[in-house]
């Protein structure tokens, strides 16, 4: 099946999957990058998350994989629709969180925050 055949639809041009939807996948492989700031992520991500907040994404961009899918995610979709373009236009497979941390924390999926404690989203 082709990666356009298993989304729901794309938003500007990017691609888009659900919060389960993306947990699925984590669990499949696929990396969750979140691109939010720095008080963000401690207030509370999601435990299998990587963090590259989104104005050192280009810089980080050599260490990000090119084999495996990359599911962005920021507060609310905006910011990690932009991200998933660009990291689409370096020759990744990369789709957006619809609805960002806020779908996440609504889809009852874990979060943690500083020290390990339940985290939040801000």
Wanted: aromatic share 4%.
């Amino acid at each position: 099946m082709s990666l356009g055949d298993r989304f729901r639809h794309s938003l500007g041009g990017v691609p888009v999957v659900s919060a389960p939807e993306a947990l699925r996948w984590t669990g499949e492989g696929a990396l969750l990058l979140d691109v939010r700031e720095d008080g963000e992520w401690q207030a509370g991500h999601a435990p299998q998350a990587r963090h590259v907040p989104l104005g050192r994404l280009l810089q980080a961009l050599p260490s990000l994989p090119t084999d495996r899918r990359i599911v962005v995610v920021c507060r609310s979709g905006n910011r990690s629709r932009t991200a998933a373009k660009w990291l689409s236009q370096s020759g990744r497979e990369a789709v957006n969180l619809t609805g960002g941390m806020r779908a996440w924390q609504a889809a009852g999926l874990p979060l943690v925050g500083r020290g390990g404690r339940p985290g939040t989203v801000i």
